[in-house]
């Protein structure tokens, strides 16, 4: 197992051997007909996964290890939009994030950059009034409580209807689209009026500006405007914190209608049977706390490097058997 | 017992047959396609273009990279200025460890090693002097560069591999004695045996190393005008004994090839991202003093003139100008051609800056002739940089005939080094920007309002890699409360 070294070493990397990891996991299914009539007929499956797990040991001396929790993965994508093997992301120049494993907590770790902050909790100022950046700060784990389907499919005198939810609880991704959005002022955040009633995009001078909600490091609260563009563009734009969203979803992931002709209705056509339904993948993100971003299809489980929108497909099936 | 003894002889012998069926085989350990034995030309190769940039990558760690010639700046930035604008703090120097400096480690340690020295891989490359001395001048030169950019760093305790994966950070004024003692014991080093071969910088001519060894050795004395002058002017005196470059041969001028793999990386920048225009305060002094460099620094704006970028111009301001194409201009000056083409040479030290630090020695009174051989040695300065750069001897002379030019001790060293700022365009950033945090010259936009470093000050310094925060923790906390908060306002050692 590779483990990355301090490169002043003259080398990049020590090749150990692999450290322990211990998991726990729960998955539970069900399945049956609930229903079953002459006439109608409804089938559903569910299911729901919990795992839970802990680093025991990395190495003497290594408390934290950075994983690629979607596999070795062969190659990288040019842009910096790696998805298998995955380890973090970060702009060239710009505090980055990464998935690390951490002795004593479970293995997806994301530790980025974040806010400072005081003892209390509030995000700490410079005197400029823009928030001071903190290299190393674990964002939480990309690891959800539980995740699940359910499965259903009703059929009433050939009708058929189906439909599929799934759902995930927990876990931290960090989002690039939502970063690169606000950074280049086409986020919805970046216009609107603040506490003074002045459009932020104003010049601070003329009362403009947005005012960072948080402290000196003295402790006193902070009442200086900051240019708008500026704080968006070139200091959130390296708090990966500030992009970091919770992933927790429920999503029909598809739906599909569709008949079965009888073989009486089928009369001199020269078929054995008939049917004809309508199917729709991704039609609707039910619940998610994130706007703007799927988090149920995103590129690597811990971030998406700015994807596109995921499409939603429309099909037309025909089955006909001679 | 004579059964027990004979069965023991049996399983000796399919010990035996299993032994030599391995050798057979061969080892699965050792490659058949790789040497075995370290090809140190190779190394020395690798080392020198590390420092020039691979692929016309624009890496911070080139010696003509973006974020120096910021610092200085030479260049504004026309799209994204966040390097400009010092919000990019933290610079990584593991590469500087991982790449050439353990590959030029290994050329010494291959060279001494009584084993190794004499193998065919090792000599044909050069005698083991003559691979020794180069790569300690190369070792010293990225040492200098590195501590003069993060103040101090791991060095004594550096390049150990396994044997410590935590150095201890070694303070800046003991890494400045210890890399002008390498330089003055490297370039005494060479002898007459067969010339170097992979040498891509100076093509195996020992006197052009030893030039740039005691070239670099006066740059570093002169370094220690404000912290250590009595220091300074003794090892100024030393290098000079040792001989400096004596003339635009010695420059030393690292050559990018007319292929993408090699190329320039402000070439590169220019095939379609035009990230960078010319600074106005390059332009604006140009044109003050009818400079003849103008031309060559400076591409024509879409109305053929010569306009800059004033530094430092960000948000809605920057939509009034706009840097356009090679092709099709704009109204603000990209970087001339001919020192952005795509096997433009870049110059890491130039025998004009060598003339001018001499010229500084002598107005300080380091070295003999006061005012009057200040004058001449800054005289000699604009000219070597003229010349380098095209300039025809008549257009020099013009030059310097005019009063703005003409050297006078009052403005001794505003002149000097304005003039050494000018020579060193789109050269050795990191250089620029040190002089210019040691002497406050040539007078650069400083506060730059809507900057995000402390004070919105040009930075003293740049801030550690991560990696020592992650995985030098102990170190790390004892380089800042030796040097101060790892911070861009925190000022290296010879910085007073």
Redesign the interface.
């Known amino acids: 197992m590779p483990l990355?070294?301090?490169?002043?070493?003259?080398?990049?990397v020590?090749v150990i051997n692999a450290g322990e990891i211990k998991n726990n996991g729960i998955e539970i299914t069900l399945g049956g007909t609930p229903v079953k009539t002459k006439e109608f007929t409804w089938n559903a499956d569910f299911n729901v996964a919990f795992n839970r797990n802990k680093v025991v040991s990395i190495f003497p001396g290594i408390n934290?290890l950075q994983v690629s929790p979607d596999g070795a993965g062969g190659y990288g994508l040019a842009g910096g939009n790696q998805a298998a093997g995955a380890k973090s992301f970060g702009f060239?120049?710009?505090?980055s994030f990464g998935v690390n494993g951490v002795l004593g907590q479970s293995y997806g770790q994301i530790i980025g950059s974040g806010f400072t902050r005081d003892t209390k909790g509030n995000i700490v100022v410079?005197q400029?009034g823009?928030p001071v950046?903190n290299?190393?700060v674990n964002l939480g784990s990309m690891l959800p409580s539980y995740t699940g389907g359910f499965t259903n499919s009703f059929n009433y005198k050939g009708v058929v209807v189906a439909f599929s939810l799934d759902f995930q609880k927990g876990g931290k991704f960090v989002s690039v689209t939502e970063q690169n959005l606000n950074g280049s002022g086409l986020g919805a955040e970046t216009v609107g009026n603040n506490a003074k009633g002045n459009p932020v995009r104003n010049d601070v001078a003329n009362g403009g500006g947005t005012l960072v909600q948080g402290v000196h490091a003295d402790g006193t609260p902070n009442t200086t405007y900051v240019?708008t563009?500026?704080l968006y563009?070139?200091?959130y734009s390296?708090i990966w914190e500030k992009y970091t969203f919770d992933a927790s979803y429920v999503k029909l992931r598809e739906v599909s209608v569709g008949y079965s002709f009888s073989k009486k209705m089928l009369g001199r056509l020269p078929f054995q049977s008939a049917y004809f339904g309508v199917t729709a993948q991704n039609p609707w993100l039910i619940y998610s706390k994130v706007k703007g971003v799927d988090p149920s299809q995103l590129q690597t489980s811990f971030y998406e490097g700015g994807q596109l929108p995921n499409t939603r497909n429309l099909g037309v099936n025909l089955k006909l058997t001679f | 017992m004579k059964k027990i003894f004979n069965i023991s002889k049996y399983i000796i012998g399919a010990g035996v047959v299993i032994l030599s069926s391995c050798k057979v085989g061969g080892d699965v350990n050792v490659n058949p396609n790789q040497s075995p034995n370290a090809q140190t030309g190779y190394m020395l190769s690798s080392a020198i273009q590390f420092l020039g940039g691979v692929n016309g990558a624009g890496a911070?760690t080139n010696i003509n990279s973006f974020?120096g010639e910021l610092y200085s700046q030479y260049l504004s930035e026309t799209f994204y200025?966040?390097?400009s604008?010092f919000?990019?703090?933290?610079?990584d120097?593991?590469?500087y460890?991982?790449g050439p400096?353990?590959d030029l480690?290994t050329v010494i340690t291959v060279n001494t090693d009584p084993a190794k020295k004499s193998l065919e891989t090792t000599t044909r490359y050069g005698s083991n002097n003559n691979q020794i001395a180069s790569a300690r001048i190369l070792t010293a030169f990225i040492y200098l560069t590195m501590t003069d950019r993060w103040g101090d760093?791991?060095y004594t305790q550096?390049?150990?591999?396994?044997a410590?994966?935590?150095?201890v950070f070694d303070a800046q004024k003991d890494i400045y004695p210890s890399l002008m003692k390498e330089l003055d014991e490297a370039q005494k080093q060479f002898d007459d045996g067969p010339a170097l071969t992979g040498d891509i910088l100076f093509h195996g001519n020992n006197n052009k190393w030893k030039h740039w060894a005691n070239s670099l050795h006066a740059i570093m004395a002169l370094r220690l005008s404000k912290v250590d002058p009595a220091t300074g002017r003794t090892e100024f005196a030393k290098a000079v004994a040792g001989g400096l470059m004596i003339s635009n041969e010695d420059n030393v001028s690292y050559t990018y090839l007319a292929a993408q793999t090699n190329e320039n990386p402000y070439f590169n920048n220019y095939r379609n991202r035009y990230d960078y225009a010319v600074s106005s305060l390059v332009v604006n002094t140009l044109q003050g003093f009818n400079d003849p460099r103008l031309p060559v620094y400076v591409a024509p704006t879409v109305s053929k003139t010569y306009v800059g970028l004033p530094y430092g111009t960000?948000?809605?301001k920057l939509g009034d100008y706009s840097a356009g194409t090679r092709d099709k201009p704009g109204n603000v000056s990209l970087i001339g051609l001919t020192v952005s083409n795509q096997d433009s040479p870049t110059i890491w030290t130039s025998y004009a800056q060598v003339l001018f630090t001499e010229a500084e020695a002598a107005h300080l009174g380091w070295i003999a002739g006061g005012d009057g051989a200040a004058a001449d040695f800054y005289n000699q300065g604009i000219t070597a940089s003229l010349t380098q750069n095209g300039i025809s001897a008549g257009d020099a002379a013009t030059y310097l005939a005019q009063a703005s030019i003409k050297f006078s001790a009052n403005t001794a060293l505003e002149q000097i080094l304005l003039q050494k700022w000018i020579a060193g365009f789109l050269s050795n950033g990191w250089e620029s920007w040190a002089e210019y945090r040691r002497t406050g010259l040539p007078k650069l936009l400083d506060p730059v309002p809507?900057s995000?470093s402390?004070g919105?000050k040009i930075p003293r310094r740049q801030q550690y890699p991560?990696?020592?925060?992650?995985?030098?923790l102990t170190n790390y906390n004892n380089v800042i409360s030796r040097q101060g908060p790892d911070a861009l306002d925190t000022r290296v050692w010879w910085d007073k």
């Open positions: 990355p070294v301090n490169g002043t070493s003259g080398y990049s020590a934290s060239v120049g710009s505090p410079d400029t823009m950046v290299n190393s240019n563009r500026q563009e070139q200091v390296q | 911070t974020a200025t966040n390097e604008l919000s990019l703090k933290q610079y120097y593991q590469n460890y991982t400096l353990q480690k760093i791991p550096a390049l150990s591999g396994s410590n994966f935590s150095p960000y948000g809605d809507g995000l402390p919105q991560q990696t020592e925060h992650d995985l030098n």
